[in-house]
């Protein structure tokens, strides 16, 4: 299993921006997808996740009502949608898969990551 981010890139405060997350492997179906990012000098930090089938997803309280997650299991891809974005924003962003979900835990295999940057 393989996941690859990408996407990222360098925006202003207020811009929208789509990151995807591409599945390398078999059975991408059956698993949970989450997003992670990772702020300069600080923890990783849980986004949101989304079931197996796409028919539920869970949200950080700080994401709510600007990001959303999506899948299509038919493309074995996945989906960030950042919208407004703010200098607060700027990290490293990181796809992970696994069996139990949506949660904040419990993911095997994770992405490179790629890195967002907000300019005010």
């Known amino acids: 299993v393989q996941l690859q981010a990408s996407g990222g890139g360098l925006v202003q405060a207020g811009d929208s921006l789509s990151l995807s997350c591409v599945f390398s492997?078999?059975?991408?179906?059956?698993?949970?997808l989450g997003w992670f990012r990772r702020a300069p000098g600080k923890e990783r930090t849980f986004i949101g996740a989304?079931?197996?089938?796409?028919?539920?997803?869970k949200l950080a309280d700080f994401a709510k009502g600007r990001f959303t997650i999506s899948r299509d299991n038919a493309k074995n891809t996945a989906y960030l949608q950042l919208n407004s974005v703010q200098p607060e924003d700027t990290a490293v962003y990181y796809c992970?898969?696994?069996?139990?979900?949506?949660?904040?835990?419990?993911?095997?295999?994770w992405g490179q990551g790629t890195q967002v940057t907000v300019s005010s």
């Open positions: 989304i079931s197996n089938d796409g028919a539920s997803t």
């Open positions: 992970a898969v696994g069996f139990d979900g949506p949660e904040e835990r419990g993911y095997d295999y």
């Open positions: 492997g078999p059975l991408f179906h059956l698993y949970a």
